[in-house]
């Protein structure tokens, strides 16, 4: 059974940091392209962060230089690391790993960057 598990989220003030994490099995997460997505309260869900099997990485204009995307295969594991946390970053974080046709998500870990 696939799953993805996120931990990390929750409350933090503007120009603080967060680590989420993405805990996945049940499929090779060696072959996988992991992925970060996001939804704040009345919007569409968008692209944050993805790592490519090989390591390659991309990221939303809006986090370049504030937000790292990591993976350890060896744990099955993705990591999204945020630093100076804005208000507008306020959004459930929702993380996606994609091979071709096969795409899974996570349940998604509420992040609130408030004062």
């Known amino acids: 059974q696939v799953q993805l598990v996120e931990s990390g989220g929750g409350l933090v003030q503007p120009g603080g940091s967060l680590r989420l994490s993405c805990a996945a099995s049940?499929?090779?997460?060696?072959?996988?392209?992991m992925n970060w997505y996001r939804q704040a309260p009345g919007k569409e869900r968008e692209f944050v962060a993805g790592?490519?099997?090989?390591?390659?990485?991309n990221y939303a204009d809006s986090v370049k230089g504030r937000f790292t995307i990591s993976r350890d295969n060896a744990q099955s594991t993705v990591y999204l690391h945020m630093n100076n946390l804005k208000p507008e970053a306020t959004a459930v974080y929702y993380c996606?790993?994609?091979?071709?046709?096969?795409?899974?998500w996570g349940q998604g870990p509420p992040v609130i960057v408030s004062s």
């Open positions: 996606k790993a994609i091979r071709g046709l096969y795409a899974y």
């Open positions: 049940g499929f090779t997460f060696s072959n996988y392209f």
């Open positions: 790592v490519t099997s090989s390591g390659g990485k």
